[in-house]
T-cell receptor, first 112, second 119 residues
Framework: GDSVTQMEGPVTLSEEAFLTINCTYTATGYPSLFWYVQYPGEGLQLLLK?????DKGSNKGFEATYRKETTSFHLEKGSVQVSDSAVYFC???????????FGKGITLSVRP | GAVVSQHPSRVICKSGTSVKIECRSLDFQATTMFWYRQFPKQSLMLMATSNEGSKATYEQGVEKDKFLINHASLTLSTLTVTSAHPEDSSFYIC???????????????FGAGTRLSVL
């Protein structure tokens, strides 16, 4: 079945540091890939997405490129801010029913 | 756009009582709504998928008589936890996708979640 693997956390960075959060996937079909962010006490918000190989999703300074050859969708940001502190989930979706398969999520804490 | 409202945000109840959680799409019509459960420091576990006007499809291991889902309209789905027990305490999150995909194919929009505590 489909699965998403995220790197183990938590991750703690200083403000303005470079961020990489790894995500790899296994899918029987040709998935769409997503990053969702969950701020404390809130639901999930879509951060960015990519629907086909080599697509780059980007939003709020975050980027991720759909790499079919390595089945990866790593999240990057060049300079993190304290406000980026949250839990980040990588997810995939295959088929027309929009069903999402999530990774375990990783907590990012950014220090001033 | 694409706002999903979930209510209540927090509920505390006694063991044996039933609790109803509402999920509404405020500015779009949701063909499909999803209900998830999230344990502390863990990922979201899909419980069921509901389509307007039809019975929900439950994931393996989820008791359909325990977690009753109703999707009576294109903007409202409800999850009722029947005869709740302490092990049902969790964070429940709903999401919705728009009919026709105007907002984006396969995009799920999430509610803010409901923290259920069963005493």
């Amino acid at each position: 079945g489909d699965s998403v693997t995220q790197m183990e956390g938590p991750v703690t960075l200083s403000e303005e540091a470079f961020l990489t959060i790894n995500c790899t996937y296994t899918a029987t079909g040709y998935p769409s890939l997503f990053w969702y962010v969950q701020y404390p006490g809130e639901g999930l918000q879509l951060l960015l997405k990519a629907t086909k190989a080599d697509d780059k999703g980007s939003n709020k300074g975050f980027e991720a490129t759909y790499r079919k050859e390595t089945t990866s969708f790593h999240l990057e940001k060049g300079s993190v801010q304290v406000s980026d502190s949250a839990v980040y989930f990588c997810a995939l979706s295959t088929g027309a029913n929009s069903k999402l398969t999530f990774g375990k999520g990783i907590t990012l804490s950014v220090r001033p | 756009g694409a706002v999903v409202s979930q209510h209540p945000s927090r509920v505390i109840c006694k063991s044996g009582t039933s609790v109803k959680i509402e999920c509404r799409s405020l500015d779009f019509q949701a063909t499909t709504m999803f209900w998830y459960r999230q344990f502390p420091k863990q990922s979201l576990m899909l419980m069921a998928t509901s389509n307007e006007g039809s019975k929900a499809t439950y994931e393996q291991g989820v008791e359909k008589d325990k977690f009753l889902i109703n999707h009576a309209s294109l903007t409202l789905s409800t999850l009722t936890v029947t005869s709740a027990h302490p092990e049902d305490s969790s964070f429940y999150i709903c999401s919705a996708t728009e009919a026709g995909g105007r907002l984006g194919y396969n995009i799920q929009y999430f509610g803010a979640g409901t923290r259920l505590s069963v005493l």
